[in-house]
């Protein structure tokens, strides 16, 4: 090639090369002014960035029943989030326009449809103030995305940094009502539970704190078991610039799920129980609208495992996710005190306390065996007169329905439900040993807590002559006290007034004034003392038939029958089985049966109480009706008809219903207690419910095609 035809390709050499070297005086230009010029600001600018350590909440693990039944599982919902993260790269002075257009956008899906532009604007604003202790976690702004915002969202995603629709797992509990208060419910933990959660001891042993933002369990298993739900939070490490900027996000540790609790329920019969007792529940309000409440509890005898616990108004916790309307929270926490024992959040088999009633007589029974105060075949006249004097009569409480049973033993009196038997009984074993029965019924799991796995147990009453001297001591104290403080409130007010009275007419009216208000203070304090704190005969009586004082869940009821046909050792009951490994399935953590104390009743008076409980459902007895279309069946149960409130009263002539149940007769496995509220005759309601658990778990038929 000669220099002529080389000449042009030299020029585009040249020309390519002083473009190279333009390049690279620009890079070193930049370069020295960045490491130069302005080094010490940089470097200081970088010094001002901060590591922060963000939680990222793992998978909530799953909870099924015993048989491997999903009751309760976490899945995606979409949510509308607004990171302040991404929002803060936004320019300064108009990150508050973007919160007021995304409520322009949110406007029509919002749950208070009243609620203006900008106050959504500031409620938004609120939510986001109230999360700035943890400002590098998304915020949810809406739940349950409709797909025409979404579509709306990302329409608009440039003029609205921050803000995304994702999905996140969700609480959601697929059986409904079925078993809602025992479940529980999960929610943002509150101020004061912290202290309370960070009481656990499995999170005290694996270091972990609970701390503001935590989704926990509200009640039930959720709460009692939410640290081995709640998985271990992943770490997210965000760089943060020295004007609380963030600069960038990397996932360190990822979160690990939750495990998968499993119960000891059974579903299915879980389910068979709950639809018996709606069904009784809705024949009794045709007579009486006002019946709505009841519980049932099916335990397993010779281990404590729960098997059934049910309890009505039942209690979808699907309803207590996310946003909670005012009519929700209305039906689950009533604000008038008038309706709160209507509350559907309250799981009265587990804090619900009723007087037993009848399925009372057996502890009387065994103590007035075991104190050898009788034997099985003494016959007792089936009339008030057999209490006593006219002064043990007037005490006493006649024959339930007006009836007469003539003779009757122990066996007879079981199955009629004689009261005059229990009360002569009873007032041999108070005149004895006053403490007797009350301690043979805390020994059955009667009065006290039984331990169970579950929050919120309530204690009940096992009443004896020391409980009541020292219940109605307290009370005579607090009422003395109170009448004393408003006496000398009375003399402080009406002195003054006395002294400057102008004239002996107007002295006496004022005088008049103050008589009358120390009347009333001091007819309010006989009122609140007119129980004696002394133990009377009545008290004996009316407890003998479990009326009186005595107050029980329908737990502490089916331990009690599982503890006295299992040979008399009272089982600590439990709801959750095991603890397995989300991914493998193999068991983390195994639950065993423990035996809270063995009675002092003998195995003798044990199997003949257990003999009268049989009479009860065949023959003259109370329920030889319930099983007749069932021959299948083996067993043993007591009725019950509890008067709510006292004699003359308005609730004295209200009684709930309470069945108490085993089968089968030999080699007992399952107990049963039920209670339904203005239920009357137990056998006839709460019966019903035991009927159909057992034939579901046992598989019996009726011959009437059941």
């Given at each position: 090639?000669?220099?002529?035809?080389?000449?042009?390709?030299?020029?585009?050499?040249?020309?390519?090369?002083?473009?190279?070297?333009?390049?690279?005086?620009?890079?070193?230009?930049?370069?020295?002014?960045?490491?130069?010029?302005?080094?010490?600001?940089?470097?200081?600018?970088?010094?001002?960035?901060?590591?922060?350590?963000?939680?990222?909440?793992?998978?909530?693990?799953?909870?099924?029943?015993?048989?491997?039944?999903?009751?309760?599982?976490?899945?995606?919902?979409?949510?509308?989030?607004?990171?302040?993260?991404?929002?803060?790269?936004?320019?300064?002075?108009?990150?508050?326009?973007?919160?007021?257009?995304?409520?322009?956008?949110?406007?029509?899906?919002?749950?208070?449809?009243?609620?203006?532009?900008?106050?959504?604007?500031?409620?938004?604003?609120?939510?986001?103030?109230?999360?700035?202790?943890?400002?590098?976690?998304?915020?949810?702004?809406?739940?349950?995305?409709?797909?025409?915002?979404?579509?709306?969202?990302?329409?608009?995603?440039?003029?609205?940094?921050?803000?995304?629709?994702?999905?996140?797992?969700?609480?959601?509990?697929?059986?409904?009502?079925?078993?809602?208060?025992?479940?529980?419910?999960?929610?943002?933990?509150?101020?004061?539970?912290?202290?309370?959660?960070?009481?656990?001891?499995?999170?005290?042993?694996?270091?972990?704190?609970?701390?503001?933002?935590?989704?926990?369990?509200?009640?039930?298993?959720?709460?009692?078991?939410?640290?081995?739900?709640?998985?271990?939070?992943?770490?997210?490490?965000?760089?943060?610039?020295?004007?609380?900027?963030?600069?960038?996000?990397?996932?360190?540790?990822?979160?690990?799920?939750?495990?998968?609790?499993?119960?000891?329920?059974?579903?299915?019969?879980?389910?068979?129980?709950?639809?018996?007792?709606?069904?009784?529940?809705?024949?009794?309000?045709?007579?009486?609208?006002?019946?709505?409440?009841?519980?049932?509890?099916?335990?397993?005898?010779?281990?404590?495992?729960?098997?059934?616990?049910?309890?009505?108004?039942?209690?979808?916790?699907?309803?207590?996710?996310?946003?909670?309307?005012?009519?929700?929270?209305?039906?689950?926490?009533?604000?008038?005190?008038?309706?709160?024992?209507?509350?559907?959040?309250?799981?009265?088999?587990?804090?619900?306390?009723?007087?037993?009633?009848?399925?009372?007589?057996?502890?009387?029974?065994?103590?007035?065996?075991?104190?050898?105060?009788?034997?099985?075949?003494?016959?007792?006249?089936?009339?008030?007169?057999?209490?006593?004097?006219?002064?043990?009569?007037?005490?006493?409480?006649?024959?339930?329905?007006?009836?007469?049973?003539?003779?009757?033993?122990?066996?007879?009196?079981?199955?009629?439900s004689s009261n005059i038997y229990f009360e002569?009984?009873?007032?041999?074993?108070?005149?004895?040993?006053?403490?007797?029965?009350?301690?043979?019924?805390?020994?059955?799991?009667?009065?006290?807590?039984?331990?169970?796995?579950?929050?919120?147990?309530?204690?009940?009453?096992?009443?004896?002559?020391?409980?009541?001297?020292?219940?109605?001591?307290?009370?005579?104290?607090?009422?003395?006290?109170?009448?004393?403080?408003?006496?000398?409130?009375?003399?402080?007010?009406?002195?003054?007034?006395?002294?400057?009275?102008?004239?002996?007419?107007?002295?006496?009216?004022?005088?008049?004034?103050?008589?009358?208000?120390?009347?009333?203070?001091?007819?309010?304090?006989?009122?609140?003392?007119?129980?004696?704190?002394?133990?009377?005969?009545?008290?004996?009586?009316?407890?003998?038939?479990?009326?009186?004082?005595?107050?029980?869940?329908?737990?502490?009821?089916?331990?009690?029958?599982?503890?006295?046909?299992?040979?008399?050792?009272?089982?600590?009951?439990?709801?959750?089985?095991?603890?397995?490994?989300?991914?493998?399935?193999?068991?983390?953590?195994?639950?065993?049966?423990?035996?809270?104390?063995?009675?002092?009743?003998?195995?003798?008076?044990?199997?003949?109480?257990?003999?009268?409980?049989?009479?009860?459902?065949?023959?003259?007895?109370?329920?030889?009706?319930?099983?007749?279309?069932?021959?299948?069946?083996?067993?043993?149960?007591?009725?019950?008809?509890?008067?709510?409130?006292?004699?003359?009263?308005?609730?004295?002539?209200?009684?709930?219903?309470?069945?108490?149940?085993?089968?089968?007769?030999?080699h007992p496995q399952v107990a049963f207690a039920?209670?339904?509220?203005?239920?009357?005759?137990?056998?006839?309601?709460?019966?019903?419910?035991?009927?159909?658990?057992?034939?579901?778990?046992?598989?019996?038929?009726?011959?009437?095609?059941?």
């Open positions: 090639m000669d220099d002529k035809e080389r000449k042009p390709y030299m020029y585009r050499l040249w020309s390519l090369g002083a473009v190279v070297i333009l390049v690279f005086l620009i890079l070193g230009i930049n370069l020295w002014r960045l490491q130069i010029a302005q080094g010490s600001y940089y470097t200081a600018m970088a010094k001002g960035n901060v590591m922060k350590l963000v939680k990222v909440p793992p998978t909530r693990g799953d909870i099924v029943d015993r048989n491997g039944t999903l009751l309760v599982t976490s899945v995606p919902q979409f949510v509308l989030h607004l990171d302040w993260m991404d929002l803060q790269q936004a320019k300064s002075s108009n990150w508050i326009d973007v919160v007021r257009k995304l409520a322009e956008y949110i406007k029509p899906y919002w749950p208070n449809a009243n609620q203006s532009v900008e106050s959504i604007t500031e409620d938004i604003l609120a939510n986001i103030q109230n999360h700035q202790w943890e400002r590098y976690r998304p915020v949810i702004i809406l739940d349950e995305v409709a797909p025409e915002l979404q579509a709306v969202i990302a329409e608009h995603q440039e003029e609205l940094p921050g803000v995304s629709v994702d999905a996140i797992p969700v609480r959601d509990y697929p059986k409904a009502t079925l078993l809602g208060q025992l479940l529980g419910y999960v929610r943002e933990i509150s101020d004061p539970e912290i202290t309370q959660f960070n009481k656990n001891s499995d999170a005290q042993a694996a270091g972990f704190v609970y701390a503001q933002g935590d989704m926990v369990g509200k009640m039930g298993v959720e709460k009692s078991y939410d640290f081995w739900l709640r998985g271990k939070e992943g770490i997210q490490q965000v760089e943060v610039d020295n004007n609380a900027r963030p600069v960038s996000k990397q996932i360190l540790h990822p979160a690990e799920a939750g495990k998968t609790v499993q119960l000891t329920i059974d579903a299915d019969l879980q389910k068979t129980v709950d639809d018996t007792l709606d069904q009784v529940i809705s024949n009794i309000q045709k007579e009486n609208p006002a019946a709505h409440a009841g519980a049932a509890v099916v335990m397993d005898v010779n281990t404590g495992k729960i098997l059934a616990m049910t309890s009505r108004p039942g209690m979808n916790p699907n309803e207590l996710i996310g946003l909670i309307s005012e009519e929700t929270a209305e039906k689950y926490w009533p604000q008038d005190p008038k309706h709160a024992s209507q509350a559907a959040s309250l799981n009265r088999a587990l804090t619900g306390l009723y007087p037993p009633g009848s399925t009372f007589k057996m502890v009387t029974a065994m103590a007035a065996l075991q104190m050898n105060l009788t034997t099985p075949n003494e016959r007792i006249d089936d009339k008030l007169s057999s209490l006593g004097g006219l002064g043990a009569q007037q005490q006493g409480i006649a024959e339930w329905g007006g009836n007469y049973f003539g003779q009757v033993n122990l066996y007879r009196a079981l199955a009629k002569i009984m009873g007032r041999r074993v108070f005149d004895e040993n006053p403490e007797t029965i009350g301690r043979i019924a805390r020994e059955f799991g009667l009065g006290i807590e039984s331990g169970i796995d579950l929050p919120g147990e309530a204690k009940g009453i096992s009443p004896s002559a020391e409980w009541k001297k020292s219940y109605f001591t307290n009370i005579h104290e607090n009422a003395a006290k109170s009448r004393d403080e408003s006496l000398a409130k009375i003399d402080s007010e009406y002195a003054p007034r006395l002294e400057q009275a102008v004239d002996e007419t107007t002295r006496k009216q004022i005088q008049k004034e103050k008589d009358a208000k120390i009347h009333e203070v001091n007819e309010l304090y006989k009122l609140r003392t007119a129980e004696s704190v002394d133990w009377r005969p009545y008290d004996s009586y009316n407890n003998s038939i479990g009326q009186g004082y005595s107050a029980y869940t329908p737990l502490q009821l089916a331990n009690y029958m599982a503890t006295m046909v299992n040979g008399g050792k009272h089982y600590q009951p439990f709801v959750v089985e095991k603890l397995l490994d989300p991914l493998t399935g193999e068991t983390v953590k195994q639950f065993e049966p423990k035996v809270i104390n063995n009675v002092s009743v003998s195995p003798e008076v044990l199997e003949q109480v257990k003999l009268g409980m049989r009479e009860v459902t065949q023959g003259e007895g109370t329920a030889n009706w319930l099983f007749a279309d069932v021959p299948e069946y083996t067993g043993g149960a007591k009725t019950g008809t509890a008067q709510i409130g006292s004699k003359n009263t308005i609730s004295g002539e209200i009684y709930n219903g309470v069945f108490v149940a085993f089968a089968p007769y030999d039920g209670v339904v509220e203005f239920g009357g005759h137990g056998g006839e309601t709460a019966g019903l419910v035991a009927k159909a658990a057992f034939m579901k778990y046992f598989g019996w038929k009726s011959t009437n095609g059941g």
